[in-house]
């Protein structure tokens, strides 16, 4: 009984391994050519989707997965890699606001408020991009956020028929953000779950919002 135990739960991590090299290849094979490190190898595109996190981490201290973001994204708007960013992000409380964190952010490196649009109910990646077509009418923007992310961001855009490229924001270093990276090897697993099982949609889609 022990060893029909033993046997079926190495079964299953096997399995299990498997299916997360699977999951892994799909996301990786999406960034293939279109994720950007250098700023001056990234074409120029009208819009920029700057996809959301917490300005802070849980004991306070600053988030350096959005500082790198934000920085990220002044860099390209700075160099004219492209001239409007959609910040998107969750705005589940009054008192949690990642989009205008966000904003006031880019503001505060430079970029005009002019240049600057909101969608505050991007509350997971999948939410962003496929709001950034279904909702603010664009389908050809860079995607803005660390590189593990903007693979998995442009998976979700290939699926849904958008022309997306990536740039990299600076990453975090491994030992410093273990959990984080553990999230997204399982959010690598959750994405293919959400498109070719689940066909998850958006939580929310409302009135189309033409940005210009």
Not at 128 to 134: F, H, L, T
Not at 149 to 161: K, S, T
Request: aromatic share 8%; glycine share 6%.
């Amino acid at each position: 009984m022990i060893r029909k135990l033993l046997i079926a739960l190495l079964l299953l991590g096997a399995l299990l391994l498997i299916a997360f090299a699977a999951c892994e290849h799909l996301v990786q094979a999406a960034g293939k050519g279109k994720v950007f490190d250098r700023v001056d190898a990234i074409p120029a595109r009208q819009y920029g989707l700057l996809l959301g996190t917490s300005a802070h981490r849980r004991d306070g201290g600053e988030n350096p997965y959005f500082k790198y973001r934000i920085e990220a994204g002044a860099r390209l708007y700075r160099t004219g890699k492209v001239k409007v960013i959609l910040v998107s992000g969750d705005n589940r409380t009054k008192d949690y606001d990642e989009p205008d964190d966000m904003k006031q952010a880019l503001i505060a490196h430079g970029v005009p408020a002019s240049a600057i649009r909101t969608d505050y109910a991007g509350v997971r990646t999948l939410d962003s991009v496929v709001r950034a077509k279904r909702v603010f009418w664009i389908n050809h923007f860079t995607i803005i956020s660390q590189r593990d992310h903007d693979e998995r961001a442009l998976l979700i855009a290939q699926h849904n028929g958008i022309d997306a490229i990536a740039y990299a924001a600076d990453d975090v270093d491994f030992h410093y953000a273990v959990r984080a990276h553990i999230h997204e090897w399982l959010a690598e697993i959750w994405v293919v779950l959400d498109l070719w099982v689940f066909h998850t949609q958006p939580r929310r889609l409302g009135p189309h919002v033409r940005i210009s």
